[in-house]
């Protein structure tokens, strides 16, 4: 894999933002869909995810890449760009937050993880399990950066499904408001002070599944 899309990678995953720098804006635009998945006894067993970049990101990420077709990339052919992704994205707790009537639950590590390329765009796809599968009143998952380098929205149609969910369950999401005009007028200072290291909170995409 070209060192050019391994520095992508990390560039897009705000490796550069621990360095001290801070940017109230996003740099890379992430269209998301999220899949709850349930087991036959109606616990709540993990999420998948397909994170669809944005073109700029998807262009300068394959860059040196090798394959057989000009401009076009095989899942095998963007295997090792696919293991990056998803090993970079662990210290970002994968950009997932879950809450089980009000307790906060972790994730083990990606399972079936892989890239497609189509239309000049990457969507990495990947599940993450529940270390504990939980059968919660109220689950909250929450998909967002915390430092807004990534700007997460999810996809217009179809954003969530509940995969085996139990009958009676009702899942509302509450998209983000645009915050864009209030990220330009905190300058970097106020980024930095603490009150605002939060500041993708504000952005935060949040499903809320009610179960009976």
Same mark, same amino acid.
């Given at each position: 894999?070209?060192?050019?899309?391994?520095?992508?990678?990390?560039?897009?995953?705000?490796?550069?933002?621990?360095?001290?720098?801070?940017?109230?804006?996003?740099?890379?635009?992430? &269209?998301?869909?999220?899949?709850?998945?349930?087991?036959?006894?109606?616990?709540?067993?993990?999420?998948?995810?397909?994170?669809?970049?944005?073109?700029?990101?998807?262009? =300068?990420?394959?860059?040196?890449?090798?394959?057989?077709?000009?401009?076009?990339?095989?899942?095998?052919?963007?295997?090792?760009?696919?293991?990056?992704?998803?090993?970079?994205?662990?210290?970002?707790?994968?950009?997932?937050?879950?809450?089980?009537?009000?307790?906060?639950?972790?994730?083990?590590?990606?399972?079936?993880?892989?890239?497609? =390329?189509?239309?000049?765009?990457?969507?990495?796809?990947? &599940?993450?399990?529940?270390?504990?599968?939980?059968?919660?009143?109220?689950?909250?998952?929450?998909?967002?950066?915390?430092?807004?380098?990534?700007?997460?929205?999810?996809?217009?149609?179809?954003?969530?499904?509940?995969?085996?969910?139990?009958?009676?369950?009702?899942?509302?999401?509450?998209?983000?408001?645009?915050?864009?005009?209030?990220?330009?007028?905190?300058?970097?200072?106020?980024?930095?002070?603490?009150?605002?290291?939060?500041?993708?909170?504000?952005?935060?995409?949040?499903? &809320?599944?009610?179960?009976?």
């Amino acid at each position: 894999m070209g060192m050019r899309a391994l520095f992508g990678w990390l560039l897009a995953a705000g490796l550069l933002l621990a360095a001290g720098t801070a940017h109230a804006h996003p740099h890379v635009w992430i &269209t998301a869909t999220s899949e709850l998945l349930y087991a036959a006894d109606g616990s709540i067993t993990g999420v998948r995810h397909a994170w669809k970049f944005d073109d700029m990101f998807s262009a =300068y990420a394959v860059q040196g890449l090798e394959s057989k077709t000009k401009g076009a990339y095989t899942r095998e052919e963007l295997g090792a760009l696919a293991q990056t992704n998803v090993e970079s994205l662990k210290e970002y707790a994968y950009f997932t937050f879950a809450r089980a009537d009000g307790k906060k639950e972790r994730f083990n590590e990606p399972v079936d993880y892989f890239l497609d =390329y189509k239309d000049t765009v990457l969507t990495l796809h990947f &599940t993450l399990p529940l270390k504990n599968p939980v059968k919660p009143k109220q689950l909250v998952l929450e998909v967002f950066d915390r430092s807004y380098f990534i700007d997460f929205q999810m996809a217009k149609d179809n954003p969530v499904k509940l995969v085996g969910a139990p009958a009676g369950c009702q899942m509302k999401l509450d998209r983000p408001s645009d915050g864009s005009a209030t990220a330009q007028k905190l300058n970097e200072q106020t980024f930095l002070n603490g009150e605002n290291s939060n500041f993708g909170m504000m952005f935060a995409n949040k499903i &809320t599944v009610d179960c009976p």
